[in-house]
């Protein structure tokens, strides 16, 4: 069964600082990949997808995302935080032909410290 | 356009007894997805509906069933209630006319506690 590790369940960061988020999956198959982001008492909200293509996957609110087949890595990255990041995020994947039923990370809190 | 509402947010229940959450996608979308979510497992796929009918299935005890009706609204049915249902159930819609990542579009979700 296909599996995704999030590594560091909290990360902590200062405004402006570099954001690093680390994600994992298992899987012969390259599937489909995304992260989400959920605010306090809220639902999720997709950041970015990887399907195929470029590996190197633009999102919103200035993330982005590498897809790395040789190490089944899909780590989430953004160059300066702000206040307003802090929240949970979430790695999922999604083997092809699963349509919606998305397999997701444990996750990762982020703050964001001044 | 308006986003996907559920209903009730908060629900509080006793254990054995049976809850019903709904869930209105954005308009247009026909597939309506189920999550649970709680502290210890993450986010788990319940089941997914498309024009009233069960498309996928997760790993979930029968007791958890879901249904869709002609307008694309959903409802979510848990029977028997166990402490271990405690939990944000999520509603996500899409577009999905055919099987393939289609982007989800979650609403806040109904926060479910079973004393």
């Known amino acids: 069964a296909q599996s995704v590790t999030q590594l560091g369940s909290h990360v902590s960061v200062s405004e402006g600082a570099l954001v690093l988020l680390r994600c994992n999956y298992s899987?012969?198959?390259?599937?489909?990949l995304f992260w989400y982001v959920q605010y306090p008492n809220q639902g999720l909200q997709l950041l970015l997808k990887y399907t195929t293509g470029a590996t190197l996957v633009k999102g919103i609110n200035g993330f982005e995302a590498e897809f790395k087949k040789s190490e089944t890595s899909f780590h989430l990255t953004k160059p300066s935080a702000h206040m307003s990041d802090a929240a949970e995020y979430f790695c999922a994947v999604s083997p092809e032909g699963a349509g919606t039923a998305l397999i997701f990370g444990k996750g990762t809190t982020l703050s964001v410290s001044s | 356009k308006a986003g996907v509402t559920q209903t009730p947010r908060y629900l509080i229940k006793t254990r054995g007894q049976q809850v019903t959450l709904s869930c209105s996608p954005i308009s247009g979308h026909r597939s309506v997805s189920w999550y649970q979510q709680t502290p210890g497992q993450g986010l788990q796929f319940l089941f997914e509906?498309?024009?009233?009918?069960?498309?996928n299935k997760g790993n979930f005890p029968g007791r958890f069933s879901g249904r869709q009706f002609s307008n694309s609204r959903s409802e979510m049915n848990v029977s028997t209630l166990e402490l271990g249902d405690s939990a944000l159930y999520l509603c996500?819609?899409?577009?999905?006319?055919?099987?393939?990542?289609?982007?989800?579009?979650f609403g806040s979700g109904t926060q479910l506690s079973v004393l």
């Open positions: 509906y498309f024009s009233e009918t069960q498309r």
């Open positions: 899987s012969s198959v390259p599937p489909y």
């Open positions: 996500a819609s899409s577009l999905a006319d055919r099987v393939t990542n289609e982007k989800l579009f």
